[in-house]
């Protein structure tokens, strides 16, 4: 084999391989059918639609969350909801065992009845009423009184003076004026019957379309002390939801503070996510959004935009705005904690020619693509409208649907947009 290589020149060699590169060339100039090979990639400017989107992540959680512990130390005796248990508002979950509560907490409920019956009894009861009417009428003769004898007062009125003679108290009648002093006591007296009336108009007035608000007010306080005290023993869901932790079991000793459910209303989940400043403003309440989570392979869930913060968090010079968005189908899959991957809808555009970014450039502080003709890129002038990460809007220009743009044109004026 040796001997076979030998045989050839030097200049016999470079013969061959200056052919073999021509052969190369040829190959790459030429396809299979003969015709040129283009050295760009293309692709046909055509209408669609144009959703531009702002993304981020944020973890799942209830509208509604609660922590329930117990309020005071006892013997767990009943325990009626588990984890997963749909509870409507009010229901008891746990209780417990009245022998091992407090003594307070058990005479709570004599304390409660007697709130309660007196409760009753002042709303019910005309008696106070029919007191305050009495008591106004006798406030009204009283000043009937005290007026008229002032008003005698001003005229000759019949006066008595009583004296003894040689030791018999004896009288003198005669009709003349009132002394001073006499008249300065009814003026006092007018003045004292006046203030009673005005009580009594007073009281009268709070009784007679019922019981006193003051007192009804009071009687709810007592009902509702006691009744704070009582509940103690036991633990009730605070709005319709679903238990999502369960602690308690029958037998189990509980202690004031130790946390016993946690109730979260999985009817409505909502997402917090933290939006850029740059973007905050291109959202509002209503907008729809996409969700996805690593933990839910394959689907695809919805929400819409309930709130938009106002006022940003600066965390290490990056200023972020709180969005609140709430799924719209979540199933039992979405869980409260789990992580999502939001897209938020801030722009739909339908049936117009989209172009592709990557294709625009910015040459003498004009927006341009280039399209095939011919096998060479020309350039043709455009204008821009909404954009997206990846297409843009054509609103303008010489550009034609069905034109072919290339997708990697000549590096004059920079990257996309000028970029």
């Known amino acids: 084999m040796k001997q076979f290589f030998t045989k050839f020149s030097r200049r016999t060699w470079i013969i061959i391989g200056v052919i073999a590169v021509i052969a190369l060339a040829a190959v790459v100039i030429f396809n299979t059918r003969g015709e040129p090979v283009s050295l760009f990639q293309t692709a046909k400017a055509e209408r669609g639609n144009l959703v531009a989107t702002v993304g981020a992540t944020g973890s799942v959680r209830a509208r509604q969350s609660a922590v ?43 304390d409660l009845s007697s709130a309660k019956k007196a409760l009753e009894d002042l709303l019910n009861s005309d008696t106070s009423r029919a007191e305050a009417l009495r008591t106004l009428d006798k406030a009204e003769a009283a000043y009937e009184k005290a007026y008229n004898w002032r008003i005698q007062l001003n005229g000759k009125i019949d006066i008595k003076d009583y004296y003894y003679d040689n030791g018999v108290l004896k009288v003198k009648e005669y009709r003349g004026l009132a002394s001073a002093e006499t008249i300065a006591d009814a003026d006092e007296d007018l003045a004292l019957k006046e203030a009673q009336l005005n009580d009594a108009r007073r009281n009268y007035e709070r009784l007679k379309d019922g019981a006193d ?44 503070g130790a946390v016993a459910f946690r109730v979260d209303d999985l009817s409505h989940l909502l997402v917090d ?48 705005f709180t969005v609140t968005i709430e799924l719209t189908d979540a199933d039992e899959l979405v869980k409260p904690g789990m992580t999502a991957a939001v897209n938020i809808v801030v722009q739909e555009v339908k049936d117009v020619i989209l172009i592709p970014n990557r294709a625009v450039r910015l040459v003498d502080a004009e927006r341009v693509v280039y399209v095939l003709e011919n096998g060479a890129p020309v350039q043709v002038k455009i204008q821009l409208g909404s954009s997206s990460d990846t297409m843009s809007v054509l609103v303008g220009g010489d550009l034609k649907e069905g034109d072919e743009i290339i997708l990697n044109p000549p590096s004059v004026g920079g990257g996309p947009f000028g970029g």
């Open 68 to 110: 329930l512990v117990w309020q005071t130390t006892g013997i767990v005796n009943a325990v009626n909801a588990d984890v997963g248990t749909r509870v409507a508002h009010n229901d008891v979950l746990a209780s417990l065992d009245k022998a091992s509560l407090n003594q307070s907490i058990i005479l709570a409920e004599a």
């Open 213 to 256: 608000p003051t007192e009804v007010a009071a009687a709810e306080a007592r009902v509702a002390a006691a009744q704070s005290t009582l509940n103690m023993a036991f633990i009730a869901a605070p709005f319709d939801g679903t238990i999502t932790q369960a602690e308690p079991a029958v037998g189990d000793q509980a202690s004031a």
């Open 273 to 320: 996510v933290q939006v850029s400043e740059v973007d905050i403003n291109t959202l509002t309440i209503g907008q729809a959004s996409t969700l996805t989570f690593d933990a839910i392979l394959g689907k695809e869930y919805h929400g819409e935009i309930v709130e938009v913060g106002q006022s940003g968090d600066n965390v290490q010079g990056v200023v972020n």
